[in-house]
């Protein structure tokens, strides 16, 4: 019946142990913040400039770029006219484009972020206004055909002409095309542009500069630069992702994004404090990629739990109504872990905001003393959280059976936009070698009788030999001490590994390569046993109602449990648990199942993840599936008319003539 809630679902939220809105309350950081943020998003979705388009997954890729482009600027329009303060901005952004992203978006995703954290007080002052505005659209333009991950081998150049007070910048190679760059196909005016500094006959490495690559008259390319889009990809198709070629094109000397270092007008060279620096805008990047991959995360366990209490299957006791399929033991533990992911990644991406204010801070009073491990922690993060959070859309995807992967479901899209966080802004396993890097930097520091501070402080305060006796698998320090254990066993076996590579006669680049998979393996613990600390730290110092804080605890035990059970050889391996232990861990782990078996749906709900956001009809708050499953498959466009045209065309001729034969 029209406006119901489908009954099992109306009957779990009954029976959740919690009250759903303070959870949601502390998700969010408050009651007042919730309110507003409902409050955004419902000016977006009341907005009838932002309906009428269809399901996008039935669009064309043009329609696409044109239907996202067209809200995109809408939102300019009505963030103006609505008074949409700069806190609510992104709020009201997601709502509005929550259909896909734009290469408009870059504009505010990647181009501004790059004047902010590499422009100098002047330059910030030239660009960030208009880029605000709109009136200049611009892409981040680093990655080339040829490279991507190796910054240091881009080989656009951007060489310094004293003459003239110029840089020509350049693309010598095919494979220095520029190509990827979101945005940079089709929409984009400008671009900041990662070159090869070349100034007094010497190269200086990468540095960022602002090109006007479009005309602001007519939208052509400007002289000396070829552009174009890089064709459809796996998703993300309403952006136009492109490609960018330079022939000797001049910009200004003031276009070098000079914050950190400088080229004097008469090509001198200063040195910024660290040559790094030139990437922290890569730095603040990733450590947004973490809260993007919990809010994937929570995307998809909402739509899977709800639809896993909504859909009946099989039968578990004869003669019994068809249970929900939540209510199996192995439906639970394939989706559980996800939910429990999520929450643990919500909070790591609190932390990681937080340190990234609190150590750019500093790095404004110039104390580069935290840049390296800001580096190290966002790399690892950004690695381990998106990769988990790709793996879960799919389990999420094929909990739900058939249905889960029809574009109805909206998992199919959630996973090929979600998993391109793995690659984007540094490949995965590239970031987390960068960590492993860091690890064992402080592994030998520790060595040296060095104390660790921050979030590797761990590892000179564990003690690498087994702890024997009986555990409470059940407590959450004994579990975080258990993923600290490990997590300083494989990297002091990672580096240990390498320096007997070295003693055996390899080079340490060598050693490297041959021990990265440990090094990968060790920095994942690391990242992995951070997270669980964390999450345990929140949950029991966070000021909220004790049923918050129960099922919370539950959730911390289960993703933890999990985590040991999973890999359950690291921690058997030298003895630190011991086999008793990993059975108990099982053991509680199935309780904990049980446990949060009545509480799953509120705790999706508490993600508080309105439909519009969901895009999912298995996922609907009012879990009336079936009848909205029948009205979207009628939207498919080969549905338009009764009998397709290529039945004219094709089949109908080939069934005559095949008939005449008979
Ligand atoms: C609300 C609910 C909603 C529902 C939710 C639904 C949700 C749906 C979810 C989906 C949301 C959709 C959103 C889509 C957004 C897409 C946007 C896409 C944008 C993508 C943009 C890009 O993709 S843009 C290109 C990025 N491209 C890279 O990212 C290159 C990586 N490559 C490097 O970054 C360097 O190449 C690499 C490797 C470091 C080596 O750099 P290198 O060779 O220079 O350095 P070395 O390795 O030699 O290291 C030498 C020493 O430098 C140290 N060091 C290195 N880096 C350092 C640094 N940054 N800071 C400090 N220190 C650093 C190192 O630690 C060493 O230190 P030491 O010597 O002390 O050990
Ligand atoms: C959706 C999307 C949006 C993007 N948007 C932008 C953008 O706006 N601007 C921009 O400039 N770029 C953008 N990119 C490009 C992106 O940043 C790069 O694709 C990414 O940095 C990876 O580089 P690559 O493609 O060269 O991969 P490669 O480095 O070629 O990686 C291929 C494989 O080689 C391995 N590998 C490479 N180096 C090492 C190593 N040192 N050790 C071990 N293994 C290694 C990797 O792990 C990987 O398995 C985007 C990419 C995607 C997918």
Known sequence: MA???????????????????????????????????????????SDPAYSGDEDPVFMSREELYSSQLKRALTTVQRVKELNITEEDLSTYRNAALSGGMPGLALTWIAFIPTILQQGTEEQKQKWLKPAQDLSIVGAYAQTEMGHGTFVRGLETTATYDPSTQEFVIHSPTLTSTKWWPGGLGKTSNYATVMAQLYTQGKCYGPHNF?????????????????LGDIGPKMEGNANDNGFARFDHVRIPRENMLMKFARVEPDGTYVQPASSKLAYSNMVYLRGTFVMSAAQALASASTIAVRYSCVRRQSEMKPGEPE???????????KLFPQLAAAYAFWFAARFMTQQHASITGSMEKGDMSGLAELHALSAGLKSYTTAVMSAGIDVCRMSCGGHGYSHASGLPALFSTGTSLCTAEGENTVMM???ARYLVKCFVQSQSGKTLSGTVAYLSAVQPSPVSGERN???????????????????????LQMQTEMQKGKSREDAWNSCSVLLIKAAQAHVHSFVVRNFAETVQTVEVEESVRAVLTSLCQLYSLHGITEHAGDFLMDGYLTGRDIDAASSLLSAVLAQLRPDAVALVDAFDLHDKMLHSVLGRYDGRVYEHLYQWAQKSPLNKTEVHESYYKYLQPFLKSNRAKL
């Open 433 to 435: 070698l960068q960590t």
């Open 323 to 333: 249970p929900q399929i939540l209510d199996y033991q192995t439906q639970q533990y």
């Open 473 to 495: 698998m059940s407590d959450l320090g004994t579990q975080v001490t258990a993923f600290q254990h490990r997590a300083a066993r494989m990297v002091r076996h990672a580096a």
């Open 3 to 45: 406006g119901q809630v489908n009954p099992d679902l109306a009957k779990e939220r009954e029976n959740a142990s919690f009250n759903t809105q303070k959870l949601t309350n502390l998700l969010y950081g408050g009651a007042e913040k919730v309110r507003r943020r409902r409050y955004i998003e419902s000016l977006a979705f």
């Open 210 to 226: 602002m090109v006007q690559i479009r005309s602001l008259e007519d939208h052509t390319p400007c002289p000396g630069v070829t």
